[in-house]
Nanobody, 125 residues
Framework: VQLQASGGGLVQAGGSLKLSCAASGLSSSLFAMGWFRQATGKEREFVAAMRWSSTNIYYADSVKGRFTVSRDNAKNTVYLQMNSLKPEDMAVYYC???????????????????WGQGTQVTVSS
């Protein structure tokens, strides 16, 4: 299983970016997929996730109303649309996936078996 994240870059505060994560070696339609991030000197934190049915979507409070997670199962790809970016959103963003994500584990790093390599998001103030 491989997760390839892309779409990171440099953006001014208030701007937008859209991250993509292409999954291979799995049928993404059966997996919960999502995003975590890690800023320099900080712990990895949950951003957003959605279960395979796409009816259950979860967001960190810090990104609610600004970020939107979505998926295209036909393309085995999950997206993270990030709007109204803030300097505190600057981090390496990681795509994650798991086939047996347990209820209540959506925001826990150990809830996910598969991790992508990360893509850097830099927000200038």
């Amino acid at each position: 299983v491989q997760l390839q994240a892309s779409g990171g870059g440099l953006v001014q505060a208030g701007g937008s970016l859209k991250l993509s994560c292409a999954a291979s070696g799995l049928s993404s339609s059966l997996f919960a997929m999502g995003w975590f991030r890690q800023a320099t000197g900080k712990e990895r934190e949950f951003v957003a996730a959605m279960r395979w049915s796409s009816t259950n979507i979860y967001y960190a409070d810090s990104v609610k109303g600004r970020f939107t997670v979505s998926r295209d199962n036909a393309k085995n790809t999950v997206y993270l649309q990030m709007n109204s970016l803030k300097p505190e959103d600057m981090a390496v963003y990681y795509c994650v996936a798991d086939k047996r994500l347990r209820p209540g584990r959506e925001s826990t790093p150990t809830g996910y078996e598969y991790w992508g390599q990360g893509t850097q998001v830099t927000v200038s103030s």
